[in-house]
C-alpha cells in the first residue's frame, strides 16, 4: 500500500513537471513567434509610408490689396511665413501667410521700366531684371529669423542686389540715323530686354539678354578683395547673332551650355564655356508629328542639367544631355516621358532642390510629378483655369502658396518621399549625367541638389552573389567532411574533430572580416595563380592518394581504420605549400619568360613596338586586368575573399548539423547495405546520404541564410561597392553591409531612413522564403526517405 502511494506521488510529480515543461516550451515558441510578428509589423510601419502618396490641406486663403493681374513670379521662404510677390513692373511684396498681409515692399526697378524677369533655380533664387534700357539689375530676397520667445519666431525679409543697386548696361547706346527723307526722322533701335535668363554658383553668375536680333552674355566671376573681406564682381559681354526667334532661354547650372527654344519645338545649343561661344547642337523637342503640338512651358529642373518641356497636347518629356559613346560629343536627348495630362500644359514650376515638379494644366489641375521615379505623387485642382495661375513650392516642400485672379491661398503638403516607386527600385534608371539608364545606388552627397539613386537592384544582387560564393565554398567542404566525420571517422577522432569545428562557430566575424580585408586580401592578389592552380593539384593530390590502395595490407594495419585522416593532412598541407611556392615561378615562365617571348614572336611583334600595357604585364593579376589580357576589372577585396572568408563563418552550422544528420542514420540500414555486398563508399552514396538528406538540405539552408544575413565580413572585406557585376575579381554591397554604413547618417524619417529599414524587411522576407523552402523540401524528402 505504501508503495502503491509513493509511486503515485511519483507519477503526480513527474505530470506536474512534464506540465511545466510542456507550459515553458509553448510559453516560449509562442513568445518568439511575437517577437518575430512584432519585427515584422515594425519594419512594415517604417516601410508603408514610402508607398503612400502626398496629401494637402488647405491652410488660409486671403485677397491681393494690389493689381491682381501684375504679379508674374512667386517664392516661398524656408520657414513658410512669407510669400514673396514679384511683379511685371519689378516691384517685390513680402506677403505674410498667417494674417494676410504685406509684411514690407520693395521695389528695386522704381526708376526704370523692367521689360523681363527670370529667376534661378533652387532654395535661394537671384531674380533677373531686364529692363527697357538695354540692361539688368540682379535682385536676391533674404530672409532672418528672429525668436521673440521660446516658441514663437518672426521671419523678417529684406532684399539684396549682388551686383549693386544699379543696372548693369550690356548694349551700347543706340544709334540715330537720319533716314534721308524730309525732316529730322531718327531710326532708333530697339534696345529693350524682351527676355533674360540667368543662373550662377558661389564663383559665377551667368545673365543672358535677348536685345533686338542679338542674345547677349554677361558671364560675371566673383574676386575677392586683397586686404578685406569684400567681394567685387566683374566680367565680360559678348554676343551671338541670332537665327531663332526664341520663346524660353535656359543656361545650365554650369554655365557652359545656352539652349534657345522656340514654341514650335525647335532648339538651338550653344557652347557659352568658351571665350567665342559657337552653336554646337539644333533639334526639335517635338519630334515626329511636332507640327501638330506646340511648347508651352520649358523650365530648368533642381540642379540645372534637366530641361522638362510641356506641350499644349498635354505631353510632358524630360531632357539632358548624353553621349552615345565615350568619344562622342553630347546631345541634348529625350530620357522620359511622363505621359500625357488631361488637358494642355499652362505652367511647369519645379522645386527647389529635388527633381520634383508641380504642372499646372489649362483646366486647373496640379499634377505634383517626380522626375526620377516617374511618378505622379499628386493631383487635385487648385485653379478654376491653369492659364491664370502662379505656384510657388516650399523649399523643404512642405508647403505651396497659389495666386488666382488676386486670391492667395496657402496650403500644407505631406509629400515625403516621392522619390521611391517600382521603377526607381527595381529597374534600370536613366539618371542626369549617364549616357544610359543604370543600376545605381548613391543615397547621398555633398551638393542639396543632388539626384538621389536609390536602386534596390545592386544592394539584392550583391547578397545574392556574396551568398553563392560562400556557399560555392562552403557547401563541398563543410557536406564531405560532415559525411567523413560521422561514417568513416573513428569515433576517438570524432570526439577531437567535432567540438573543434563547432568551436569555430563563435569566432566573431568582425574578426574574419579584418583578417580577410587586412591580411587574405594581399595574399591572393600576390598568388592569383596559386588560388586558380589549387584546385587542380587537389585533383593531382587525389589522384596520388589512390596508390595507397597498392600498400600491403600489413602494412595499412599499422593505421586504424578511419583515422587515415591523420597521414593526409601533412600530406595536405605540403601539397598548397607546394602549389603556392610553385605559383611564383610560373607566373614568371608565363608573364617574363620563355612563353611570354614566344607568344610575342608568334605575333610577329618586335619590343620596341609593344604598348605599355604589354610591357606592364608581368604576373597573373596584370594579365586579369589588362587589354591584352581578359581584360576584366580586378579589385583587391573581391568575391574570393568573401568566399573564403564567409565560408569559413558558414562552414562549422552546415558541418554540425550535416554530422549529426548522417550519424543518427540507423545502423541497420549500414549493415543491411553491407550485408548485401555494397562496398562502405556505395553505402554512403546509395543509402546513408538519401536518408540523411533531408538534415543535409536544411543545414545547406540554415547556411545560406546565415550567409544572407552576414554583415561584418562583406563591410571590411568585399569593397562595398553596390554594383551590378558577377565578376569573381569584383566586390560587392550587401543590403546588411548597407544597413550597417548607411544608418548613422540616415535622417530619421527621411526616404533614406526608411529605405534602410526596407533593405532589413527585404532580409526579413529572403530569410523567411528560404527557410520555408528549406522546412518544405525537408519534410518532402523526409516523407519520402522514411520508409528506408
Same mark, same amino acid.
Given at each position: 500500500?505504501?508503495?502503491?502511494?509513493?509511486?503515485?506521488?511519483?507519477?503526480?510529480?513527474?505530470?506536474?513537471?512534464?506540465?511545466?515543461?510542456?507550459?515553458?516550451?509553448?510559453?516560449?515558441?509562442?513568445?518568439?513567434?511575437?517577437?518575430?510578428?512584432?519585427?515584422?509589423?515594425?519594419?512594415?510601419?517604417?516601410?508603408?509610408?514610402?508607398?503612400?502618396?502626398?496629401?494637402?490641406?488647405?491652410?488660409?486663403?486671403?485677397?491681393?490689396?494690389?493689381?491682381?493681374?501684375?504679379?508674374?513670379?512667386?517664392?516661398?521662404?524656408?520657414?513658410?511665413?512669407?510669400?514673396?510677390?514679384?511683379?511685371?513692373?519689378?516691384?517685390?511684396?513680402?506677403?505674410?501667410?498667417?494674417?494676410?498681409?504685406?509684411?514690407?515692399?520693395?521695389?528695386?526697378?522704381?526708376?526704370?521700366?523692367?521689360?523681363?524677369?527670370?529667376?534661378?533655380?533652387?532654395?535661394?533664387?537671384?531674380?533677373?531684371?531686364?529692363?527697357?534700357?538695354?540692361?539688368?539689375?540682379?535682385?536676391?530676397?533674404?530672409?532672418?529669423?528672429?525668436?521673440?520667445?521660446?516658441?514663437?519666431?518672426?521671419?523678417?525679409?529684406?532684399?539684396?542686389?549682388?551686383?549693386?543697386?544699379?543696372?548693369?548696361?550690356?548694349?551700347?547706346?543706340?544709334?540715330?540715323?537720319?533716314?534721308?527723307?524730309?525732316?529730322?526722322?531718327?531710326?532708333?533701335?530697339?534696345?529693350?530686354? !524682351?527676355?533674360?535668363?540667368?543662373?550662377?554658383?558661389?564663383? !559665377?553668375?551667368?545673365?543672358?539678354?535677348?536685345?533686338?536680333?542679338?542674345?547677349?552674355?554677361?558671364?560675371?566671376?566673383?574676386?575677392?578683395?586683397?586686404?578685406?573681406? /569684400? #567681394?567685387?564682381?566683374?566680367?565680360?559681354?559678348?554676343?551671338?547673332?541670332?537665327?531663332?526667334?526664341?520663346?524660353?532661354?535656359?543656361?545650365?547650372?554650369?554655365?557652359?551650355?545656352?539652349?534657345?527654344?522656340?514654341?514650335?519645338?525647335?532648339?538651338?545649343?550653344?557652347?557659352?564655356?568658351?571665350?567665342?561661344?559657337?552653336?554646337?547642337?539644333?533639334?526639335?523637342?517635338?519630334?515626329?508629328?511636332?507640327?501638330?503640338?506646340?511648347?508651352?512651358?520649358?523650365?530648368?529642373?533642381?540642379?540645372?542639367?534637366?530641361?522638362?518641356?510641356?506641350?499644349?497636347?498635354?505631353?510632358?518629356?524630360?531632357?539632358?544631355?548624353? @553621349?552615345?559613346?565615350?568619344?562622342?560629343?553630347?546631345?541634348?536627348?529625350?530620357?522620359?516621358?511622363?505621359?500625357?495630362?488631361?488637358?494642355?500644359?499652362?505652367?511647369?514650376?519645379?522645386?527647389?532642390?529635388?527633381?520634383?515638379?508641380?504642372?499646372?494644366?489649362?483646366?486647373?489641375?496640379?499634377?505634383?510629378?517626380?522626375?526620377?521615379?516617374?511618378?505622379?505623387?499628386?493631383?487635385?485642382?487648385?485653379?478654376?483655369?491653369?492659364?491664370?495661375?502662379?505656384?510657388?513650392?516650399?523649399?523643404?516642400?512642405?508647403?505651396?502658396?497659389?495666386?488666382?485672379?488676386?486670391?492667395?491661398?496657402?496650403?500644407?503638403?505631406?509629400?515625403?518621399?516621392?522619390?521611391? /516607386?517600382?521603377?526607381?527600385?527595381?529597374?534600370?534608371?536613366?539618371?542626369?549625367?549617364?549616357?544610359?539608364?543604370?543600376?545605381?545606388?548613391?543615397?547621398?552627397?555633398?551638393?542639396?541638389?543632388?539626384?538621389?539613386?536609390?536602386?534596390?537592384?545592386?544592394? %539584392?544582387?550583391?547578397?545574392?552573389?556574396?551568398?553563392?560564393?560562400? +556557399?560555392?565554398?562552403? %557547401?563541398?567542404?563543410? %557536406?564531405?567532411?560532415?559525411?567523413?566525420?560521422?561514417?568513416?571517422?573513428?569515433?576517438?577522432?570524432?570526439?577531437?574533430?567535432?567540438?573543434?569545428?563547432?568551436? +569555430?562557430?563563435?569566432?566573431?566575424?568582425?574578426?574574419?572580416?579584418?583578417?580577410?580585408?587586412?591580411?587574405?586580401?594581399?595574399?591572393?592578389?600576390?598568388?592569383?595563380?596559386?588560388?586558380?592552380?589549387?584546385?587542380?593539384?587537389?585533383?593531382?593530390?587525389?589522384?596520388?592518394? $589512390?596508390?595507397?590502395?597498392?600498400?600491403?595490407?600489413? !602494412?595499412?594495419?599499422?593505421?586504424?581504420?578511419?583515422?587515415?585522416?591523420?597521414?593526409?593532412?601533412?600530406?595536405?598541407?605540403?601539397?598548397?605549400?607546394?602549389?603556392?611556392?610553385? $605559383?611564383?615561378?610560373?607566373?614568371?615562365?608565363?608573364?617574363?619568360?620563355?612563353?611570354?617571348?614566344?607568344?610575342?614572336?608568334?605575333?610577329?611583334?618586335?619590343?620596341?613596338?609593344?604598348?605599355?600595357?604589354?610591357?606592364?604585364?608581368?604576373?597573373?593579376?596584370?594579365?586579369?586586368?589588362?587589354?591584352?589580357?581578359?581584360?576584366?576589372?580586378?579589385?583587391?577585396?573581391?568575391?574570393?575573399?568573401?568566399?573564403?572568408?564567409?565560408?569559413?563563418?558558414?562552414?562549422?552550422?552546415?558541418?554540425?548539423?550535416?554530422?549529426?544528420?548522417?550519424?543518427?542514420?540507423?545502423?541497420?540500414?549500414?549493415?543491411?547495405?553491407?550485408?548485401?555486398?555494397?562496398?562502405?563508399?556505395?553505402?554512403?552514396?546509395?543509402?546513408?546520404?538519401?536518408?540523411? /538528406?533531408?538534415?543535409?538540405?536544411?543545414?545547406?539552408?540554415?547556411?545560406?541564410?546565415?550567409?544572407?544575413?552576414?554583415?561584418?565580413? %562583406?563591410?571590411?572585406?568585399?569593397?562595398?561597392?553596390?554594383?551590378?557585376?558577377?565578376?569573381?575579381?569584383?566586390?560587392?554591397?550587401?543590403?546588411?553591409?548597407?544597413?550597417?554604413?548607411?544608418?548613422?547618417?540616415?535622417?530619421?524619417?527621411?526616404?533614406?531612413? @526608411?529605405?534602410?529599414?526596407?533593405?532589413?524587411? #527585404?532580409?526579413?522576407?529572403?530569410?523567411?522564403?528560404?527557410?520555408?523552402?528549406?522546412?518544405?523540401?525537408?519534410?518532402?524528402? @523526409?516523407?519520402?526517405?522514411?520508409?528506408?
Amino acid at each position: 500500500m505504501k508503495h502503491q502511494q509513493n509511486l503515485e506521488k511519483a507519477l503526480t510529480g513527474r505530470n506536474i513537471r512534464d506540465l511545466l515543461t510542456r507550459v515553458i516550451v509553448y510559453l516560449g515558441g509562442g513568445f518568439v513567434l511575437i517577437v518575430l510578428a512584432l519585427m515584422f509589423v515594425y519594419l512594415g510601419y517604417e516601410v508603408y509610408p514610402l508607398f503612400t502618396s502626398a496629401s494637402s490641406e488647405s491652410v488660409s486663403q486671403a485677397e491681393l490689396p494690389h493689381d491682381k493681374s501684375a504679379i508674374v513670379h512667386m517664392q516661398l521662404e524656408e520657414q513658410n511665413q512669407i510669400t514673396t510677390l514679384i511683379s511685371k513692373y519689378g516691384d517685390m511684396f513680402f506677403f505674410s501667410n498667417d494674417d494676410g498681409k504685406v509684411v514690407r515692399s520693395e521695389s528695386p526697378a522704381e526708376k526704370y521700366k523692367v521689360s523681363a524677369i527670370a529667376r534661378t533655380t533652387g532654395d535661394s533664387p537671384i531674380y533677373a531684371m531686364g529692363l527697357e534700357s538695354g540692361s539688368f539689375i540682379l535682385v536676391k530676397p533674404v530672409f532672418s529669423t528672429k525668436y521673440i520667445d521660446a516658441d514663437t519666431k518672426e521671419v523678417i525679409p529684406a532684399i539684396e542686389y549682388p551686383l549693386g543697386a544699379d543696372p548693369r548696361t550690356v548694349k551700347p547706346a543706340p544709334l540715330s540715323v537720319a533716314d534721308g527723307v524730309e525732316g529730322d526722322a531718327v531710326i532708333e533701335i530697339d534696345r529693350r530686354v !524682351k527676355k533674360i535668363a540667368v543662373n550662377r554658383t558661389e564663383e !559665377k553668375i551667368t545673365v543672358i539678354s535677348h536685345i533686338g536680333n542679338e542674345i547677349v552674355i554677361s558671364r560675371l566671376e566673383r574676386e575677392e578683395g586683397f586686404l578685406d573681406d /569684400s #567681394t567685387e564682381w566683374s566680367g565680360s559681354d559678348v554676343t551671338l547673332s541670332l537665327e531663332a526667334k526664341p520663346d524660353y532661354i535656359i543656361v545650365d547650372q554650369q554655365q557652359l551650355n545656352l539652349i534657345l527654344i522656340e514654341k514650335s519645338g525647335l532648339f538651338f545649343r550653344y557652347n557659352i564655356g568658351t571665350d567665342v561661344p559657337h552653336e554646337v547642337e539644333r533639334g526639335s523637342l517635338l519630334g515626329e508629328g511636332g507640327a501638330q503640338e506646340k511648347i508651352t512651358a520649358a523650365v530648368m529642373l533642381a540642379g540645372s542639367n534637366s530641361i522638362v518641356v510641356g506641350t499644349d497636347k498635354g505631353s510632358i518629356s524630360q531632357w539632358f544631355l548624353t @553621349r552615345k559613346s565615350t568619344n562622342a560629343n553630347p546631345n541634348l536627348t529625350k530620357t522620359r516621358e511622363f505621359g500625357a495630362i488631361n488637358s494642355g500644359v499652362a505652367a511647369i514650376f519645379p522645386e527647389n532642390s529635388r527633381r520634383g515638379m508641380a504642372v499646372v494644366a489649362n483646366n486647373g489641375k496640379v499634377s505634383f510629378i517626380y522626375a526620377t521615379s516617374n511618378r505622379v505623387v499628386l493631383q487635385k485642382n487648385y485653379f478654376t483655369k491653369g492659364a491664370d495661375g502662379i505656384l510657388a513650392i516650399s523649399p523643404r516642400v512642405n508647403a505651396i502658396t497659389t495666386l488666382e485672379n488676386g486670391k492667395i491661398s496657402f496650403y500644407h503638403i505631406d509629400n515625403e518621399h516621392p522619390e521611391i /516607386s517600382y521603377s526607381a527600385l527595381w529597374q534600370k534608371v536613366w539618371y542626369e549625367g549617364y549616357d544610359a539608364p543604370e543600376y545605381i545606388w548613391q543615397s547621398s552627397s555633398a551638393s542639396n541638389d543632388f539626384e538621389a539613386k536609390f536602386s534596390f537592384a545592386p544592394l %539584392v544582387f550583391g547578397t545574392i552573389k556574396a551568398a553563392f560564393y560562400a +556557399m560555392l565554398f562552403a %557547401v563541398p567542404i563543410a %557536406v564531405l567532411a560532415g559525411a567523413y566525420t560521422a561514417y568513416f571517422m573513428t569515433p576517438g577522432l570524432r570526439k577531437v574533430v567535432k567540438p573543434t569545428v563547432e568551436i +569555430m562557430a563563435a569566432l566573431p566575424t568582425v574578426i574574419l572580416g579584418f583578417l580577410a580585408g587586412l591580411l587574405l586580401a594581399p595574399f591572393i592578389e600576390n598568388n592569383l595563380l596559386g588560388i586558380f592552380l589549387l584546385p587542380l593539384m587537389m585533383i593531382l593530390f587525389t589522384v596520388l592518394v $589512390s596508390l595507397w590502395k597498392i600498400v600491403p595490407n600489413n !602494412k595499412l594495419n599499422i593505421i586504424p581504420e578511419g583515422a587515415e585522416i591523420v597521414i593526409l593532412i601533412p600530406i595536405l598541407m605540403v601539397t598548397i605549400a607546394l602549389t603556392f611556392y610553385l $605559383s611564383h615561378h610560373l607566373d614568371v615562365w608565363l608573364f617574363e619568360g620563355p612563353l611570354r617571348n614566344l607568344f610575342i614572336s608568334n605575333a610577329g611583334l618586335e619590343h620596341e613596338t609593344l604598348t605599355g600595357e604589354m610591357l606592364n604585364i608581368h604576373s597573373m593579376r596584370d594579365w586579369v586586368s589588362h587589354a591584352y589580357g581578359l581584360n576584366i576589372d580586378f579589385n583587391m577585396r573581391n568575391s574570393i575573399i568573401i568566399g573564403i572568408a564567409m565560408g569559413i563563418a558558414v562552414i562549422p552550422n552546415i558541418f554540425s548539423i550535416t554530422e549529426d544528420a548522417i550519424f543518427s542514420v540507423p545502423k541497420s540500414l549500414t549493415s543491411g547495405s553491407l550485408a548485401l555486398g555494397a562496398t562502405p563508399w556505395q553505402t554512403m552514396v546509395k543509402v546513408v546520404i538519401l536518408t540523411a /538528406s533531408p538534415g543535409i538540405f536544411s543545414a545547406i539552408m540554415i547556411g545560406l541564410g546565415r550567409a544572407i544575413g552576414e554583415t561584418m565580413i %562583406v563591410l571590411m572585406a568585399a569593397g562595398n561597392t553596390p554594383i551590378m557585376d558577377f565578376n569573381i575579381f569584383e566586390g560587392m554591397r550587401t543590403l546588411a553591409a548597407n544597413i550597417a554604413v548607411e544608418m548613422p547618417e540616415a535622417e530619421r524619417g527621411s526616404t533614406h531612413f @526608411r529605405l534602410l529599414f526596407l533593405s532589413g524587411f #527585404t532580409l526579413f522576407i529572403l530569410t523567411f522564403i528560404f527557410n520555408t523552402l528549406s522546412e518544405v523540401i525537408s519534410h518532402r524528402l @523526409r516523407k519520402k526517405y522514411s520508409s528506408m
